[in-house]
């Protein structure tokens, strides 16, 4: 069978909400808003276009990670797999459109961000994730990484 993949970039519109299932799967759900931004040649500048909100869903470690970090307003780019389902809700069927991603991050050409790598010699069977300087703001963190990479020493 096709599937159908897309990539979107856009702002989360709406709080993650997430479900934690009774076998300890994880689901986490938020709105996409993407608004189109064109040239408008008789202004001579750019303006919105139409706007496009959908329903992306993740699952388990994707999910924890989004949860973790991604607030209302935050710029991400979401890739995943395009998806149609119905439901029964007080007798009428619905139908609903939405993203079931595969890969989430920040627009990085929107925001600025700091990587959290996984940790390989971590206890934890190598999905630790670690970083040096919790609470600190990206700015204090790229400095730091900077004065690191000045001393010689590993970020």
């Given at each position: ?118 940790d390989s010699e971590s206890a934890s069977g190598g999905d630790a994730l670690t970083r040096q300087s919790v609470g600190n703001t990206v700015e204090e963190d ?14």
């Open positions: 069978m096709y599937e159908t993949t897309v990539t979107l970039l856009g702002r989360l519109a709406t709080t993650v909400t997430q479900v934690t299932f009774n076998d300890g799967g994880l689901k986490a759900s938020f709105r996409l808003a993407s608004t189109e931004r064109r040239f408008d040649r008789g202004q001579q500048t750019w303006v919105d276009g139409a706007q496009l909100f959908l329903s992306v869903v993740c699952w388990r470690s994707l999910a924890d990670r989004v949860v973790a970090t991604l607030r209302v307003g935050d710029p991400v780019i979401v890739r995943g797999r395009l998806r149609s389902r119905e439901y029964e809700k007080d007798g009428q069927v619905h139908r609903v459109v939405e993203v079931e991603a595969t890969s989430i991050g920040p627009d990085l050409a929107r925001c600025a961000a700091v990587v959290l790598r996984r790229l400095q730091e990484a900077a004065s690191r990479a000045e001393a010689g020493v590993g970020v």
